[in-house]
């Protein structure tokens, strides 16, 4: 039956503009009905929404767990790398109104114009030190907000396309959408895209929890920036570690000196890749034809060179020093366990993950929880995998550590084991007794891989293939028998 709401309770409509956008409301059971096509909870007390505050100030937005409900407003558009936007009254980007920064020798972001931006103004996406070029920010952020629900919570998010000349969709990858298929946000195929100053309101139930991220579904638009994580969290959380994804969430994510349609269209149409060649110019003669990157079982990887990747947003291009970069830091309390979440919002590449001088213990993949895999040197993550685990804070809390995403491409002109090509994401772990790494702190970071050996081999979970070669000293635990 049709739930029936009792009384005369009165409901706010979901509006964007609502003047309680950060409070509590109510709504009854027949409008939760109108909106998804089905009684949620079967009773007939008014639901409780909650308007979950997310802008520009919030990379995570978390709903209130004894919400019934949980409305999300996202704002898309175009930004500059590099660049201070001025903030509106209203808090809002003012995306017109940007000035350009640099970083100096000294590390510091200084404007061209020797003005400070400090209050009533962004911080400027560095991204790897490097590329300045336009991406797709949600609510001004690269990647977009982390957003948490809880099981089961019916989640309604406003999309408006502030993109020129450009339409739109958001895919919630790996939420099963029951009976709510055309919330999906496949453009043309579950739906008609968002256009240019067009909104749309995904309305579905979160299910099932876990580990999970939305992304654009047109073009390349996903890897500009269209991204980030979506967390459902249990109804009934595990209590033998800590599991706050606001602060232990790992976005992984490749980058490119131009919008990804570019590079997909160059993928896509042509096996002439001739390296090296400045963006926009046309290859020169004489240059050598890249070859595409090996796997260590020698098949294709990558037929475009690699550039460079984030975590959370952070990274650092190989020709940038470390003094000139800005990373992601994992803070942790010694002796005390955390749950990480690893989304591989990546495009092309395959990633192995690892934390230096710390085993990890998986615990799920791609939202579903499987028998625990212990004492793990590597987790491999593919484009739109995610893989969550457990640390354990058991190391010296008065160093840094390196969390190190290395693409999976080796040399197969050498001898086996085939060396690593060197593409490597880096973000960094500190424990509370330390204080917060800063870029001059860096490079006095000690590297300490996985040592792999005979007696001691490491353990990597989800390789591409059944098994590594004995020289490499890895076990191999596969996906299918997780």
Partial sequence: QMCKPTGSSLYRSFTSGSPNLNKLEYMPPLLLFLFTGACLTGLSRPQIIHKVPCDYTTSSCRCNQAADA?????????????????????????????????????????????KVYGA??????????????????????IPGPTLIVRENQTVVVN????????????????????????????GFISQCPITTGGSFRYIFKAEPSGTFFYHGHIDGQRGDGLQGALVVLEREPETTYSDVPEQHTINLFDWWPRPFIDVFTLQQSTQEVYYPTSVGDLPIPGLDQYAASKLADGTDHGIIPYYSGLINGQGRHR?????????????????????????????????????????????????????????????????????DFVLNANQDPMQYYWIRAETLEVNITGELPYSSLGNVVEAVLYYSNRTEPQPTDYAT????????????????VNCPFRSFHPSYNTTCINVDSL
């Fill in 319 to 387: 020709d940038v020093p470390y003094s000139k970069s800005s990373l992601s830091t994992f803070r942790v309390d010694y002796g005390q366990s955390y749950r990480f979440r690893l989304v591989g919002a990546q495009m092309l590449y395959a990633y192995k993950v690892s934390v230096d001088n710390h085993k990890l213990r998986v615990i799920s993949t791609d939202g579903f929880f499987i028998q625990p895999v212990h004492a793990v040197d590597y987790v491999i993550v593919y484009p739109g995998e995610r893989y």
């Fill in 120 to 141: 009533g103004y962004t911080e400027a996406a560095t991204v790897d030190g490097k590329t300045y070029r336009s991406f797709i920010a949600i609510n001004g952020r």
């Fill in 159 to 186: 999309v408006t396309n502030n993109i020129r000349g450009q339409s739109i969709t958001i895919h919630w990858h790996g939420q099963f959408q029951r009976n709510t298929p055309w919330m999906d946000g496949v």
């Fill in 445 to 460: 970071i000690s590297s300490t891989r996985p040592s792999c050996t005979t007696s001691a081999p490491c353990v990597a």
């Fill in 70 to 114: 949980c409305e999300f407003n996202l704002q898309v558009f175009y930004l500059q790398t590099f660049t201070k936007y001025s903030l509106k009254a209203d808090g809002a980007i003012n995306p017109v109104d940007g000035y350009v920064h640099y970083i100096n020798k000294s590390g510091q972001l200084l404007s061209y114009d020797g």
